[in-house]
């Protein structure tokens, strides 16, 4: 049985909102909790997805992970080591095991760098290699995101959007990550290329063991990558189970509807939610639920919802689970 690479336990993460310029002397200040109480783990060699709306906290976990956003208290634990509160040289070993794949397409990518001396930097971070060992790396890295070697001459705007994130997972493989955090990998690109990135990765897993959180807010493809799918509303884990499950047989209502709104994405039909929402007291669902009202608004939602197993290894946030 694979071990646990990462387990991500009740993190929270808040960003004070934008506000008036007296509002922190009046004592006015708001605050918007980003991550409310996360819990999650990734084994060796899985993929688990992360899914939801814009705004719902998502990519806050994905850099919470990676040291790029401190989290207010939780723990983060990656290969039995505690790094939530590590940083500097302190993280520094866990860095190059941990990356990220960033949406914007440009994000890892120096646009004054040829696309050849920036994957020679990355390799040069974390080993001591001589030119030629450097060279000759560049080269399998090219291989294996199958990119020709005509491209390490070119600067980041002379590529499409495809070879450059060909190019962005390159320097993740790079500094030898093991566990690598893909936000939105297949956003801003077209269908044919989506399919070709998603294959990739498939394929760098199986040669390579890697662990992936695979964020997005495209369940089909998630369902497509992943062993198991965490769905994210306003800032909390709704459902969580094998991805099978929960496409074909979602159990919260929020899953249903955000499943449905992008199978029927042609329809015009709306997801509920958003990043204007606030959860107030009880389920933060409820003021956007179908069931909620169908059933005359029963009491009990009036207190949250904690995580729970509904079915074997299917957990969802619901009084009322489906």
Known sequence: MSSTILD?????????????????????ERYVAAIDGVSFYVKENETVGLVGESGCGKTTVGKSIIGLTDIDSGSIVFEGSEISGLRGRKFAPYRKKMQMIFQDLDAALNPNMQVGAA????????????DAEA???VTELL????????????????????????IGIARTLAVGARFIVADEPTSALDVSIQAQIVNLLLDLQRAHGLSYLFISH????????????????LGRIVEMGLSSSIARSPRHPYTRVLWSSLVNKGEGRRVPGGTDVRPGPGCRFAPKCPAYFSMGRPRECASEPALKEVSRGHSAACHFPY
């Open 8 to 28: 991500v336990k009740d993190i929270k993460k808040r960003f004070r909102q934008a506000g008036g310029p007296l509002s922190g002397l009046l004592g006015s």
């Open 119 to 130: 994957l020679k930097e990355a390799v040069n971070v974390n080993h001591r290699l001589t």
């Open 135 to 137: 060279v000759r790396r």
């Open 218 to 233: 495209d369940l089909p493809i998630v369902e497509l990558v992943s062993h198991k799918v965490a769905v994210m509303y």
């Open 143 to 166: 291989d294996q995101v199958s990119i020709r070697k005509s491209k390490l001459a070119r600067y980041p705007h002379e590529l499409s959007g495809g070879e450059k994130r060909r």
